[in-house]
């Protein structure tokens, strides 16, 4: 009889412990993503949708034909401003230059915005530029950081109008060293995973808002009260299959612009419950896409995708020693 009770009473005992371990588990797990925003399906405000919305803005100058007939492998998606006109010169000239990976067919298009001197019309000299080189998308709204968000928006919404036979996007900034060869072999060697809901960079796990008004990057509650970000990957360069530019342009109507483009990026991936990708080795760990300046060695950049960091000329000189050193690694 006490035996019977014993192990009566251990059961229950055990039963107890397991309950109480799994609503404690429940609990941390609640606690832990309501730190993020919820993923419901309510459209934002029509004022708040309005400032990010590409149907309030329009591409003034255009590239609408760039990827007719054609299947763009990548393309690259460089944000400038109208001034910038010495890195388009050098971006041209190194890893954005046609065939640069004979074989490949790879587009390019600088996204400029209007200057802060309101001008109705393109300024003469990029619409020269524009035709002389066809790579030029000029937007009106005003070219500022804050309004990088805008721009992503654009690039994205871009993609998913004028170019969807493209298989990859990726989004550059001008100052970035890009190893496209690799690129290239990284993506060809990703397979279907690759294929569909796939964007890939250096990932930011644990970024939260800044509560310092004194801060470049100070977000109130009121527009952010979550108290972290989702993983989302460094605005300096990220690589993605095109179906999720327009993904990323539809999960817009539901998620609060905020002036950090690349962590608004993050938020709609996560409304839309998508992963970014890490692009790492392992043995020996790298960051493929790095986000610190490394020194210049051939061996060190032709184990990168991206290196930051570089003023236009210094991207002319490292490219050219790039090409021309036949040193293996
Ligand atoms: C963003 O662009 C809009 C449209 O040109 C402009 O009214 C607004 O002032 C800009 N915002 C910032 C913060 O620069």
Same mark, same amino acid.
């Given at each position: 009889m006490i035996t019977f009770l014993r192990s009566k009473l251990l059961r229950y005992f055990i039963f107890c412990?397991?309950?109480?371990?799994?609503?404690?588990? /429940?609990?941390?797990? @609640?606690? %832990?993503? %309501?730190?993020?925003?919820?993923?419901? +399906?309510?459209?934002?405000?029509?004022?708040?949708?309005?400032?990010?919305?590409?149907?309030?803005?329009?591409?003034?100058?255009?590239?609408?034909? +760039? /990827?007719?007939?054609?299947?763009?492998?990548? !393309?690259?998606?460089?944000?400038?401003?109208?001034?910038?006109?010495?890195?388009?010169?050098?971006?041209?000239?190194?890893?954005? @230059?046609?065939?640069?990976?004979?074989? !490949?067919?790879?587009? @390019?298009?600088?996204?400029i915005g209007q200057p802060r001197e309101p001008k109705p019309q393109p300024e003469e000299y990029l619409q020269k530029e524009s035709s002389e080189y066809g790579d030029i998308i000029q937007m009106n709204f005003l070219d500022t950081y804050q309004n990088l968000t805008i721009k992503t928006m654009m690039i994205m919404n871009w993609l998913a109008t004028y170019c969807p036979s493209a298989r990859y996007g990726m989004k550059v900034d001008a100052d970035i060293f890009v190893n496209v060869p690799y690129l290239v072999r990284y993506l060809q060697n990703q397979g279907k995973s690759s294929e569909r809901d796939y964007i890939t960079g250096s990932v930011i796990n644990d970024g939260h808002p800044r509560r310092n008004q004194h801060s470049k990057w100070y977000l109130s509650e009121d527009v952010y009260p979550e108290s972290l970000f989702p993983p989302y990957v460094s605005g300096a360069g990220y690589v993605f299959s095109i179906d999720v530019a327009k993904k990323i342009s539809w999960a817009s109507r539901f998620v609060r612009p905020i002036p950090m483009e690349d962590v608004y990026v993050g938020l709609c991936l996560h409304f839309l419950d998508v992963h970014p990708v890490f692009c790492r080795t392992f043995f020996p760990y790298r960051n493929l896409f790095e986000i610190r300046h490394l020194e210049y060695d051939k061996c060190t950049y032709a184990q990168r995708i991206i290196v930051t960091g570089f003023t236009p000329s210094q991207l002319l000189n490292i490219w050219q020693h790039f090409q021309n050193d036949r040193s293996s690694c």
């Open positions: 412990s397991v309950a109480l371990v799994l609503v404690l588990l /429940c609990l941390f797990w @609640r606690s %832990s993503t %309501s730190k993020l925003p919820s993923r419901r +399906l309510v459209t934002l405000e029509d004022e708040l949708y309005k400032v990010i919305s590409s149907s309030t803005y329009r591409y003034s100058l255009n590239q609408p034909e +760039l /990827c007719e007939g054609r299947e763009p492998f990548l !393309v690259f998606m460089i944000p400038v401003t109208g001034e910038d006109s010495e890195s388009r010169a050098a971006i041209r000239k190194t890893w954005g @230059r046609d065939n640069v990976v004979p074989g !490949v067919d790879i587009a @390019r298009l600088f996204f």
